[in-house]
């Protein structure tokens, strides 16, 4: 069975960073891509970000690249996204969400969501 749980969300001033992380369990990072998504007032399920199984990432915002980053650390079972230098449009609940090997930047290819940690970006 599937399971993950985000965490390290909360608030942060503008300018600041948050690093999420998405720890899984029941299933290996190595043969599943972690993508990171966001509930804001743009978009019920915005994707910013995924980490295919083979480690490598890609980044599906441009108003965040170059300021968000993912990670994996396999042994942990633990995927991270670092944000950094963070601004009001940044803010709203982020999910992380699992399938098998390869990233997309649509949401109906996602099987598994989870509850989403809000992130707030305010002085």
């Known amino acids: 069975q599937l399971r993950f749980v985000e965490s390290g969300g909360g608030l942060v001033q503008p300018g600041g960073s948050l690093r999420l992380s998405c720890e899984v369990s029941g299933f290996s990072l190595k043969n599943y891509a972690i993508g990171w998504f966001r509930h804001s007032p743009r978009e019920e399920r915005e994707p910013v970000s995924c980490?295919?199984?083979?480690?490598?990432?890609?980044v599906y915002q441009d108003s965040v690249k170059g300021r968000f980053t993912m990670s994996r650390d396999n042994a942990n079972n633990t995927v991270y996204l670092q944000m950094n230098n963070l601004n009001a449009d940044d803010a709203g609940v982020y999910y992380c969400a699992p399938r098998p090997m390869f990233c997309t930047d649509v949401p109906a290819n996602f099987d598994h969501w989870g509850q989403g940690i809000r992130v707030i970006v305010s002085a």
């Open positions: 980490l295919g199984a083979s480690g490598k990432s890609v």
